[in-house]
């Protein structure tokens, strides 16, 4: 069988990986041959249609970047990792603890002024505990199945959609996305991204979140670019979290999003990196070598 490979150069360590792995077992080839059978790409172009293509390996979670009508009706099969769910719901806890918590807003007031906010006027800039929150899930794979052990010492509810009743992991279920937030203190985004989840919260929930928080570790564009600065700006929010964003730079410095959202203490920021930990920076390649080698039967 031969597989396609195009990873970019930045994960030319992980090509020699492959070919040390595969070596003898499988034809590797960075060029786009008519008789390939599976490729393994971070990006689909549609002349890939003019192969032999039967399988396409993704060394990461997110489809947005595939058109999976298109594969599905060329009987293409698509396969993706999951490897470190488990690290991106732990950076999920991260950004909820720092949100509740107002670490930022400490850290940058005692570090920068020597303010004690909470002794300068009593009962004013407390932080909030996780225990007993609501917690709902848009999303609930991997990831949320994750996040919620990780907080279940915390006591929580766990609130989520009607859809997603058949995985049992609830323990309230309701029928819309206004009834999710409404009964929710914390809203964990989780899902995948695709027509139906683009602006999955928008301008017509604005209302609904108020003194809520929100923790994004699926794509952007799940809450909508203006309703997230909105949210902020008008005192909605009670505080966000967000490792996924609508910006990403090129080379260049780049900020993530076209509003200026760096002056809310209230948000806490990170550059799509949930899933960078030290202990597990292979993992996603290790898994997804590993699928190849099932698929190929070697």
Known sequence: ??????????????????????????????????????????????SYLETNVKAIFIPFTGLNRFPLDVLKSNNIEIFNT???????????????????????????????????????????????????????????????????????PFHCTI??????????????????????????????????????????????????LKDKVIINVSRGEVIDEETLYLGLKNHLLLGAGIDVWYEYPNKNIQMPSQYDLSKFDNLVMSPHAACHTEENKDGYYEDIFDQIKKFSRI
């Not at 950076?91 to 005692?110: P, R």
């Not at 279920?173 to 989780?190: F, G, T, W």
């Open 159 to 208: 609130v989520n959609l009607e859809r997603d009743r058949h995985k049992k992991n609830a323990d309230v279920y309701v029928s819309s996305i206004d009834e999710l937030i409404k009964n929710s203190d914390i809203i964990y985004l989780s899902c995948a991204l695709n027509e139906e989840t683009t602006g999955i919260i928008n301008n017509t929930h604005l209302e609904l």
């Open 82 to 152: 999951h490897a470190k769910a488990d690290s991106v719901a732990e950076k999920a806890l991260a950004l909820t603890l720092s949100v509740l918590g107002k670490i930022v807003l400490y850290h940058n007031e005692l570090s920068k002024h020597g303010r004690w906010l909470t002794r300068e006027y009593w009962g004013e800039e407390f932080w909030y505990s996780l225990r007993q929150k609501r917690c709902g899930f848009i999303g609930m794979g991997h990831i949320a199945s994750h996040i919620i052990s990780y907080i279940s």
């Open 1 to 46: 069988m031969k597989l396609y490979v195009n990873i970019g150069e930045s994960n030319d360590f992980q090509m020699v990986k492959l070919k040390t792995l595969l070596d003898g077992k499988l034809t590797i080839t960075e060029t786009v041959e008519p008789d390939v059978d599976m490729m393994l790409i971070t990006r689909w172009q549609e």
